[in-house]
């Protein structure tokens, strides 16, 4: 694996998706790690999280702050400031920030996804809101991402 010299700055402007409350760092891009993985930090809105997806990528999650209930494979579990999550490709998920303070962790991706370009267009396919699910398998088309219903609410139980 290849891995180039990179400084991402605590100071650049995320790429903001007020529909699912997410401002989004690209920490590192695809191209610095020969597309093997890329890293980008989230912070999500209390309440705030993505509709329930799968793609092929698998994500590492690292809790930097805060506290969210995940969902995946149908089982919905509660991950903490320094916990870890891994959730393989292909596998449906979702999580939501069940606090009253935006909630902040790391994500790594692997095999690269282009997450700069990708959130960018859906943030302009939710400027109005989170559209039906047709529309975002429409666009989730081109990126090999399906979209499979509401976001995780903080209203759902844990089963583990």
């Known amino acids: 694996m290849s891995i180039s010299f990179l400084h991402s700055r605590g100071t650049e402007a995320p790429i903001k998706i007020p529909a699912i409350g997410l401002d989004l760092f690209v920490r590192m891009p695809p191209a ?48 903490e400031a320094g916990d870890v999550v891994s959730i393989p490709g292909g596998v449906e ?15 790594l991706m692997a095999p690269a996804l282009d997450a700069a370009t990708f959130f960018t267009e859906l943030a302009g396919v939710m400027h109005d809101g989170i559209p039906d ?11 090999h991402v399906e979209f499979l219903g509401p976001p995780v609410s903080r ?3 844990p089963t583990d």
């Open 32 to 79: 610095a790690s020969s597309g093997e993985f890329c890293f980008i930090e989230t912070i999500n809105a209390p309440g705030a999280g993505p509709p329930r997806h799968r793609h092929r990528e698998a994500e590492i999650f690292r809790v930097i702050e805060g506290r969210y209930l995940y969902e995946a494979d149908g089982r919905r579990f509660y991950a």
């Open 133 to 143: 699910q047709a529309a975002l398998n429409d666009f989730g088309l081109k990126w």
């Open 93 to 107: 998920h979702g999580f939501c920030n069940v606090t009253d303070k935006p909630a902040r962790q790391y994500i």
């Open 155 to 157: 209203n759902d139980q």
